[in-house]
Every structure is written in structure tokens, then in C-alpha cells.
């Protein structure tokens, strides 16, 4: 039916891979690309993501943490525990959303992008309803011809003792609701495992993505990134990304950020000087602040027309 939405991070490789090239002017904010307004329809799939569409006038959003690394890069894992948050009667033309998502890619060329993607999303054209609701996803090819939500194609692999199913309606609770997710690439099978938790507690297998349904993610990861994003149609309002404030204080927040390896255990991330670095597709709307202890927040009001 649908595929969609680590786009944000195809979005960002591509702007990391033009900007590699030339000097980054760090400012006093060591984490941003200053004024990175991007066009990314070009090069994203939309077609069967929000079925009013038309893959031309969908315009994606993102506030957004990922690993300063390059395609020589080898990451086996990553973990972060998201705040949740929901949104009554966001239209059908919207998406607002938070996850972690590990991907290969080799290069700008966009079909070498591989990645597996979990976290929660409204997505009211796809799910039916206005609810949040616990989401994966993959790719082999850029969104092109492989992966899909959840488990609406073969690929990712439920296990039988699995605490929930991709899909699945979360309760948000005001924000209170806050969900870890770890994955990593097992040494003992090599295969693609995703973890749930409950605020860093209790982590329990969903189930796997097998090695075998990638090409470059089969070996390792080369990238890691982590944030929200939002979707929506040129011209029209974007809507609010995490819970609807600017970055600070009581806004969405990611937490628990950290590399995991082929034992499942994790280790933090040193980010300086350069170990992460953000990216902001409309900082007019949305934003993320520093990295501290482990933690960012992000978010803004949307209101971005194109
Ligand atoms: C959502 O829609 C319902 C039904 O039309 C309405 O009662 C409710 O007030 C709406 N909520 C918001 C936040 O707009
Ligand atoms: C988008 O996905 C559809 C459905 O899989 C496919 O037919 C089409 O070729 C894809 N377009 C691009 C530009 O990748
Ligand atoms: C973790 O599991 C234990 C035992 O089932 C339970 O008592 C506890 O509340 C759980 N912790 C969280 C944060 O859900």
C-alpha cells in the first residue's frame, strides 16, 4: 500500500553529501547547516505515501540529530527513547512524526540507500485515523521499489513473544508516554533487530529485518539519525512537529541517544567536536536545540507553506 517517510534522512545525505565539499561554517551553534531550505520532491517517492498527492506538491519537514559519519563509516546499532505525542483531526493531506532510523548509503546515488526506521507517526491517509500509532519501515533502494510500513510486505520479521505489533495505536498520555527503541545488528544471526521499551526499562524484542532484504545494510550502517518530521502539501500550512513548541523546555524531546553494538549493549555518543551534527529543513517552523547529556528537543508550531 504505502511506503514512506525516512525521506527526512535521504533528504539530509544528499544535502550532507553537497555540502562535503565545501567548508561548514560553524557558528557559535556547532550542530547546524545555517539556512538549509531544501527541494526534495525530486528525489522522494511519494507517490503512495499520502494518496491525495501527487509526488510534485508534498513538501517534507524534518528537525533532525545524525551521526557526523561518511559512507566509510561502520555503526552496528542505535538507540533513543521518544517522547509521544498526538494531534485530534490532523487532515488527511498531513504527518507529523518522531523515529531513529539506521541506514547505508553509499554516495549521493539514492538507490544505494538502505535503512530500517522505527517510531511513531499521525498519518491519517495511511493508518485511517488520527491516532498515533507505533510504526517501522525499510528500504533497499531508496523507497523506489523495495520496503513498506510495518509489515505490509515481507521483510521485517515479527517474533511471537513481541510486546506490540508495527502499527499498532499508541496512547500518547499528554507526552508522558515515552517509548525506547533500540536497534542493532545482532552478531549472532546478523540480522536487522529492533527492541521496545518503556522509558529505557524493560527493552523486549519485536522482531528482526533479515540482512538478506538489503544490499549495503547487510554489512553494517553508515549513518544514524534521530528527530521529527513532519509532511505536507505546497502552499498549505505544515503542521506542528513533536508537541507543537520551539525547542526548550517542555517541547518533544529524544532521549537516551546512543550507538548500540552487535551485543545489543550501548555506548554514548561523544559529540565533540564533531561526532553529530543537525539538520533543519524550515528553521522558520521548526528547529532542534543542543545536544546534552544524552538528550535534544525538537519541534516548532509548522505554519511553513513551502
Ligand atoms: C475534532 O473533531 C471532532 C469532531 O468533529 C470535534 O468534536 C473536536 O472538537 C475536534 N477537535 C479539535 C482539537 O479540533
Ligand atoms: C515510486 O513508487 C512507485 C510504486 O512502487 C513506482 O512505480 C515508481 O516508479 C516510483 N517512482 C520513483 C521516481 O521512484
Ligand atoms: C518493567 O517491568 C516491570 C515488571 O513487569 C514492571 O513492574 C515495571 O513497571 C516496568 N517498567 C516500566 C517503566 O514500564
Request: glycine share 8%; proline share 4%.
Amino acid at each position: 500500500m504505502t511506503q514512506a517517510m525516512c525521506l527526512t534522512q535521504v533528504l539530509v545525505l544528499l544535502v550532507l553529501y553537497s555540502y562535503r565539499s565545501t567548508a561548514i561554517s560553524w557558528s557559535h551553534d556547532a550542530y547546524y547547516v545555517n539556512d538549509m531550505q531544501i527541494r526534495q520532491h525530486s528525489f522522494w517517492n511519494h507517490s503512495r505515501l499520502l494518496t491525495k498527492a501527487n509526488e510534485e506538491n508534498i513538501i517534507d519537514h524534518y528537525a533532525i540529530i545524525s551521526s557526523n559519519t561518511d559512507p566509510q563509516s561502520i555503526l552496528l546499532g542505535g538507540m533513543a527513547t521518544l517522547d509521544v505525542y498526538g494531534v485530534e483531526n490532523l487532515s488527511n493531506d498531513k504527518i507529523i512524526g518522531s523515529h531513529i532510523c539506521v541506514i547505508n548509503q553509499q554516495g549521493p546515488d539514492l538507490s544505494s540507500h538502505n535503512a530500517v526506521v522505527a517510531g511513531w507517526m499521525v498519518n491519517p491517509s495511511y493508518f485511517g485515523d488520527s491516532r498515533t500509532h507505533f510504526f517501522t519501515q525499510w528500504t533497499a533502494d531508496g523507497y523506489h521499489s523495495t520496503g513498506c510500513y510495518d509489515t505490509a510486505c515481507a521483510g521485517f520479521v515479527l517474533v511471537k513473544s513481541a510486546p506490540i505489533n508495527p502499527g499498532a495505536i499508541l496512547d500518547p498520555i499528554d507526552g508522558k508516554l515515552k517509548i525506547t527503541l533500540k536497534i542493532f545488528k545482532n552478531k549472532d544471526d546478523g540480522n536487522w533487530w529492533l527492541h521496545i521499551g518503556r522509558d529505557n526499562h524493560n527493552l523486549t524484542a519485536v522482531g528482526y529485518w533479515p540482512k538478506s532484504i538489503f544490499n549495503n545494510l547487510q554489512y553494517n550502517a553508515n549513518y544514524i539519525q534521530w528527530g521529527g518530521h513532519t509532511a505536507s502539501i505546497l502552499d498549505n500550512a505544515s503542521p506542528p512537529m513533536g508537541n507543537g513548541h520551539w525547542p526548550k523546555q517542555h517541547a518533544a524531546s529524544v532521549r537516551d541517544v546512543r550507538y548500540v553494538d552487535a551485543s545489543g549493549t550501548s555506548y554514548g555518543i561523544d559529540p565533540w567536536p564533531l561526532g553529530l551534527r543537525a539538520y533543519v529543513s524550515h528553521k522558520k517552523c521548526y528547529d532542534v536545540s543542543y545536544f546534552l547529556n544524552e538528550m535534544f528537543y525538537y519541534g516548532g508550531p509548522g505554519g511553513c507553506t513551502k
